[in-house]
């Protein structure tokens, strides 16, 4: 039946003019991705508790102008829908927009493409990915290394970067602008991210400072990933020892050349792989970009980028966000205190860092 039906469609196609036939055909698929987009969505049809507030006790009072079904919260006495707080509770955009930008999002195209694939502007597709990366990071599980299990441990460096546009931007650039060719000039101007990966192939990142990491930052990153008794492998630093001795973990320090950690070696270059396409990431916006790659790695070969498509939906209906556009302008840079030192020793640095805009207090 499904045949008959394609070829009817076909044989319909065919006898249009090409005209007629392209908005026929655009039409279609508007209109497909407006129904996959639903059954993707219908997974946050249920209310199992007040957005706002939390309370459970809910009934159901009525429905929207739209169809969609109305709870009424005994807690807080306000109403609310499946929708609210959600991504697609507060935007404007079409139902076939957000399933064209899910796909896009899978296939993890930069924002100029996806702007074009979607119909919208350049800020618009930015606000789109930040706010699905935030909901679909919540349904990732938090990584703990048990007792008696085994983790590979390594650092990965990005050049600290201060990608946007700082004219509209209520932060500065700190330093002089210049053209970078690799990593940065030294250790200081590059961010490090702990990373790890086990057996089965779960994950975990963090952020850790600028530069190698010393053994207090190594000591507070593995207080909330390793466990007592658990057994991590890492290569020669120095940071590592003392630092699992404070955790209580068995430590397996190796070289790389006894290939004791290629998986989180291999980690690292599927990371590379991942953020080269967008020619540099901003550094305050890096924790999403690495919770965005943590969530592709969950999927990696396991299904259909169609089906892909439709679990970012799925996800991003259930899934609250907190920020808003202006908080993102606003985003903080991450580990600034070394520019801020840099101001204090630097006069001519002072006088053209931006102190006052982030808040940052000189004195002391």
Not at 101 to 107: G, L, T
Not at 131 to 144: F, G, K, Q
Not at 164 to 191: F, M, T, W, Y
Request: glycine content about 10%.
């Amino acid at each position: 039946m499904e045949s008959d039906i394609a070829t009817i469609a076909r044989e319909s196609l065919s006898r249009m003019p090409e005209r007629e036939r392209r908005e026929a055909l655009r039409e279609l698929r508007r209109i497909i991705d407006e129904e996959i987009f639903d059954l993707a969505a219908k997974g946050g049809e249920g209310a199992a508790a007040c957005p706002r507030c939390g309370c459970e006790h809910t009934v159901k009072r009525g429905k929207t102008a739209g169809g969609a079904q109305r709870w009424l919260c005994r807690g807080c006495g306000r109403t609310f829908t499946a929708a609210t707080n959600s991504v697609f509770g507060a935007s404007k955009l079409p139902r076939d927009v957000w399933m064209r930008f899910a796909q896009c999002h899978v296939d993890g195209l930069t924002l100029r493409r996806t702007a074009e694939r979607c119909g919208v502007s350049l800020r618009t597709a930015f606000f789109m990915r930040h706010r699905v990366i935030e909901a679909i990071a919540r349904s990732m599980p938090a990584y703990r290394c048990a007792r008696g299990r085994g983790v590979e441990l390594d650092e990965f460096f990005v050049p600290e970067n201060f990608k946007g546009n700082h004219d509209r931007s209520v932060c500065g650039l700190p330093r002089k602008a210049r053209k970078r060719k690799g990593r940065g000039r030294d250790g200081r101007e590059q961010i490090s991210v702990l990373t790890g990966t086990n057996e089965v192939g779960d994950i975990f990142y963090e952020m850790t400072g600028r530069g190698p990491m010393d053994a207090q930052r190594a000591r507070d990153a593995f207080s909330h990933v390793v466990s007592r008794g658990a057994v991590a492998v890492t290569d020669g630093a120095n940071a590592y020892p003392n630092a699992m001795r404070a955790v209580g973990a068995v430590h397996v320090a190796t070289k790389a050349s006894r290939h004791k950690i290629n998986r989180v070696n291999n980690l690292h270059s599927r990371l590379a792989c991942f953020l080269a396409p967008f020619r540099g990431v901003a550094t305050r916006r890096l924790g999403n970009y690495l919770a965005w790659f943590k969530w592709t790695e969950s999927f990696k070969g396991g299904r259909s980028s169609e089906g892909v498509a439709e679990l970012v939906v799925s996800q991003s209906s259930i899934n609250s966000y907190d920020r808003t556009w202006r908080q993102y302008k606003a985003t903080p840079y991450p580990f600034y205190d070394y520019w801020v030192k840099q101001a204090k020793w630097d006069p001519i640095a002072e006088a053209a860092l931006p102190l006052a805009k982030l808040g940052v207090s000189t004195e002391g």
